[in-house]
């Protein structure tokens, strides 16, 4: 069996493209998620019961559903159910975004529930609202003993932002696998696909450990 | 008033007791599902006074404490901040907690902010005060508190006593009409118990109307112009403090006392 290595080379343009297709997803999707997560995290705290229950349902159906099933939804069943038609990468966004806010809910939720009432109340007592309390003390406590959770949620995020491939929106994963199917270098693609992946994700996952070491609670 | 009122020719007259009283408790009532906390409690405190609130742990002390700035709503009863009952609308409730300073057990700095920006947090935040005017307050404020070199330290790496000094500077740098101390000495080590009292002194020297539930008797017996005891979420005598300490009139008031290993 002969291996011919120069296919990487001669698709090293559309290569670089998918990898950047899959860093920008995995940024997007974060700096939407983040908010999104927090916004349902305060309305799972709030004393409304509408709202918690709102939020309850939302993180509960999205968090146990595999991430692929959330992707063909959008794909196939939103525009139908709801009239609306996406582009593939809006699309992949929507069902992305929507699967990373129901876990970042719950570790918002669990970050700010950890921090200690007497913050809150020390915050109160001083006549600031309860909003401010919770933008100006809690949340930026609870940001930083969270960093870990969220740093590891970004790099899982980013390793399954290739299950999008489903719906050809061309990232990593999809590029690759296209030029396998029109070169038949199976090995040496799903080769490339995984070295790109890996020296990708290896310094993030460094830079993870390093935060955990950094901001992980010590207490 | 209760009928431990002291008899005016034994004690000094109460403090401004000719000008309506800052606060008053009347009645108030507090439970926790069917415990009762406080049962029915009054009590009037005037400008300018330092009163302690002493007796067993559990007995309702820091739970007054904490119904005067509305942290802890209550079941019966009102309670009057210079006449005009504590309001229940939340905007309405916040002016109220502007007006009083309060000072907790665990200190409660917050920890993502150096000493001179926890002071300095209060104005920026609830007063609109340009960050430049309050920091330069703040540092005023922490000189007081004899805390000017530690300004740019992170509660983190301060003594409790120091972490406390700096939570009264940020308390006063609302300008209080009222101090609120709930044990600030009680999850203290033993030799930065001094350097927290000796602040809270000078502050009642100043004239500070102060309420502190304090285990100090030391400190209520020097500084408090008036004691009040409670057992079992009631008043049992208040006085003056050589009364209280010297002469209680009230059996369960020297059972505590002693307990206390308080000997006049």
Known sequence: MTFDWSVIWTHRQALLEGAALTVGLTVLTMLLAVPGGIALALMRLSPNRLLQSASLGFVEFFRNLPLILVIYWAFYVMPMAFDVQFSPITTALVALVLNIAAYNAETFRAGINSIRKGQMEAALAMGMSRRQAMFKVVIPQAARRILPVIASTWISLFKDTSLVSVIAVGELAYTSMQIRAQTFRVLEMLTAMAAIYWLMGYPQAKLVDWIHRKYGVKE | ?264
């Not at chain 2, 400008?47 to 609130?53: I, P, R, S, T, Y």
């Not at chain 2, 005891?229 to 002693?258: K, M, S």
């Open chain 2, 1 to 264: 008033m209760n009928a431990s009122t002291p008899n005016a020719s034994l004690a000094p007259a109460r403090k401004n007791a000719d000008q309506p009283p800052v606060l008053v408790y009347e009645n108030v009532r507090k439970l926790y599902g069917d415990f009762v906390a406080l049962r029915g409690v009054s009590l009037q405190v005037h400008k300018g006074e330092v009163m302690c609130l002493i007796g067993p742990s559990g007995s309702g002390k820091s739970t007054l404490l904490r119904c005067t700035n509305a942290l802890e709503s209550i079941d019966g009863g009102r309670v009057l901040v210079d006449g005009v009952p504590l309001p229940t609308q939340e905007s309405q409730v916040r002016k109220v907690r502007q007006r009083m300073g309060m000072v907790f057990q665990s200190f409660e700095l917050f920890p993502h902010k150096s000493a001179l920006d926890n002071v300095a947090m209060g104005p920026v935040t609830v007063l609109g005060m340009p960050e430049d005017k309050a920091r330069a307050r703040a540092m005023v404020l922490l000189e007081k508190v004899g805390l000017a070199n530690k300004a740019g330290n992170f509660p983190a790496n301060l003594s409790g006593g120091q972490q406390q000094r700096v939570a009264i500077a940020r308390a006063l740098a609302m300008e209080p009409e009222v101090m609120l101390f709930d044990e600030p000495t009680s999850a203290l080590d033993p030799e930065t118990v001094g350097e927290v009292l000796t602040v809270m002194q000078k502050l009642a020297q100043e004239g500070m109307t102060m309420i502190v539930v304090t285990h100090e008797m030391g400190f209520a017996r020097r500084v408090a112009d008036w004691v009040v005891v409670f057992e079992a979420g009631a008043i049992i005598e208040q006085g003056p403090p050589q009364q209280i300490f010297e002469n209680p009139t009230v059996e369960r008031t020297r059972d505590f006392l002693g307990h206390l290993g308080w000997n006049g």
